[in-house]
């Protein structure tokens, strides 16, 4: 691979659970924060606009005050994430499989961020998970790999 972008798809991390502001942010707070860290990734970037539509289509749960909590922000982040690899309504059984298995978002969150880093990192590592990390793990590598192909695309036309 060519050390010149696979070095943004190395260095791509998306932030801890605790990282993730615990005070509300409004709608363009919450689109400049989710974007700060797919900066190296334009395709993938999310506008206030998408978010609405997200939660007029119950993907995250009813919004308070015009304000964004830890929760709708980090499942924010996975829609977002995910909408790369998979459609909408795959995305909305996955969210409503969590909820029907009473799963943390925190858990899962923390979950697909540790996968995630092992897939960017190109670890070695053999995936051994669980069957419930399993889909996880398919995500977090479908994404690194859509990551590869894009700045891979990037490069041949410059």
Do not use: C
Request: glycine share 0%; charged share 25%; net charge neutral.
């Amino acid at each position: 691979m060519n050390k010149e972008f696979t070095h943004s798809i190395e260095t791509f991390v998306i932030p801890a659970w605790q990282e993730i502001p615990e005070i509300g942010l409004y709608l363009d707070q919450v689109a400049r924060y989710i974007n700060s860290f797919l900066a190296e990734f334009e395709e993938m970037k999310v506008t206030p606009s998408m978010i609405s539509n997200y939660a007029k289509q119950k993907l995250i749960s009813r919004v308070n005050k015009k304000t964004y909590t830890r929760q709708q922000i980090a499942t924010l982040i996975l829609v977002v994430l995910f909408k790369n690899v998979t459609s909408i309504d795959h995305i909305r059984t996955f969210l409503q499989l969590m909820e029907q298995q009473n799963m943390e978002t925190e858990t899962v969150y923390e979950q697909f961020r540790s996968i995630l880093l092992s897939t960017t990192s190109r670890s070695e590592n053999v995936f051994r998970q669980s069957a419930d990390d399993e889909l996880l793990s398919a995500i977090a590598i479908a994404l690194t790999k859509k990551m590869y192909v894009e700045k891979a695309f990037e490069a041949m036309k410059a």
